[in-house]
Structures are given as C-alpha cells and as structure tokens.
T-cell receptor, first 116, second 113 residues
C-alpha cells in the first residue's frame, strides 16, 4: 500500500523567504508518479507539479522547484521568494499503479502561512 | 478554474437521509474520481469510474454508491447519513487515467445534523 508522510504540520515564514516542504513516500511499485497539490483558503485543490519515478532530474518552474531522490523516497518542494498568496495547505501525493489505477494517496498536508 | 463542476456547493441535511452529489468532468476526460476530505481522515480516495465502468474502489462505505453516465457525468449517492459523513466531497477527472494529474472540482460541503 502507498503511504505519504509530510513531516511538517505547519510552517510560518515571512514574505520573500524561501520555504521547503518535506515529503517521504512508501511504495512497493517500481513505476509511480508523485505530485504536489495546493489547497488555498478558498478550498479548491490545485495541481502544481508531477514527477514520474523514472525521472530524478530536479526542475525549476518559476518560483517552484522540487528535489526527487528515489534512494531516500523523498520528494521535497521548494517555494522561492514566498508571497502572501502562497499561503495554503500543500499536499504531497502519489498514485498507485496496477489494479488501483488512478487512485491518489495524499499526505496529511502542510499548512503554509506567509506573513507580509 | 479546473473545468470540473460540482453541484451543489453546500448541502445540509439530517441523519438518516439520502443525498446525491453531482459532478461533470472536464471536456474529453473519461475518468472521474471521488474523494472525501474530513478533519480526522484527511483526503481519502473513494471510487473511480472510467468511461462508465467502475475502475477502482477505496475505503468507500456500503452506504455510498456512485455511477458514471453515458455523457460522462457522475453522481455520488450517500444514504443513511450519519454525523460522521459530514465532510468536503471532491470530484476529479483526468484523461487518460494513470499517471496524469487529476483536476479537481470545487467540492461539495456536506453537513449532516
């Protein structure tokens, strides 16, 4: 069974600080995908990034970057120069292959508060 | 706007009642997923449909059922409601299903009194 653990329950930063959200996952699958979703105060779930298990290349997309290390089963997410609008709950997510098809398994979420 | 629509936005009902939540996927998406978000359980997968057929089941209660219609919209039926069923219910869609990101609707907040 898949499991996702986000070590930080809450993080509080001041605007323009960089912030890294930690995520560790467990799976027996050899092929899988990892995602980060954001849930702002308005409540909707917003897709941010996706990474498959075969690609450990770390990337940057605007102010977002991620560090995927298969050896440690970690998929950390960094926001550079945080802004107040980044305040939200961030979920690290993985999918299950095989018979579970597109089921997503969510971490418990990290509440990020960015103060002006 | 994800392109996934859910109705109603809010639903308040009493214990023992039955409700139906409706979801319309993004244009072209064949898969529909239902998730439940509650304070104690977090976000949990309930069930998935692909082009009208049930594809995967999570920890969905027997009192809950779902279906996907030929026009690909889906309905989640919750019956014999209990206080503990109060939660935010999300629908998501994707095409094709495995590996692609899922796009979530705005959710239906169900309150059982």
């Amino acid at each position: 069974a898949q499991k996702v653990t986000q070590a930080q329950t809450e993080i509080s930063v001041v605007e323009k600080e960089d912030v890294t959200l930690d995520c560790v996952y467990e799976t027996r699958d050899t092929t899988y995908y990892l995602f980060w979703y954001k849930q702002p105060p308005s409540g909707e779930l917003v897709f941010l990034i996706r990474r498959n298990s075969f690609d450990e290349q770390n990337e940057i997309s605007g102010r977002y970057s991620w560090n995927f290390q298969k050896s440690t089963s970690s998929f950390n997410f960094t926001i550079t120069a945080s802004q107040v609008v980044d305040s939200a709950v961030y979920f690290c997510v993985t999918n299950a292959g095989g018979t579970s098809y597109g089921k997503l398994t969510f971490g418990q979420g990290t509440i990020l508060t960015v103060h002006p | 706007d994800s392109g996934v629509t859910q109705t109603p936005k809010h639903l308040i009902t009493a214990t023992g009642q039955r409700v139906t939540l409706r979801c319309s996927p993004r244009s072209g998406d064949l898969s529909v997923y239902w998730y439940q978000q509650s304070l104690d359980q977090g976000l949990q997968f309930l069930i998935q449909y692909y082009n009208g057929e049930e594809r995967a089941k999570g920890n969905i209660l027997e009192r809950f059922s779902a279906q996907q219609f030929p026009d690909l919209h889906s309905e989640l039926n919750l019956s014999s409601l209990e206080l503990g069923d109060s939660a935010l219910y999300f629908c998501a869609s994707s095409f094709p299903d495995w590996g692609n990101e899922q796009f979530f609707g705005p959710g239906t907040r169900l309150t059982v009194l």
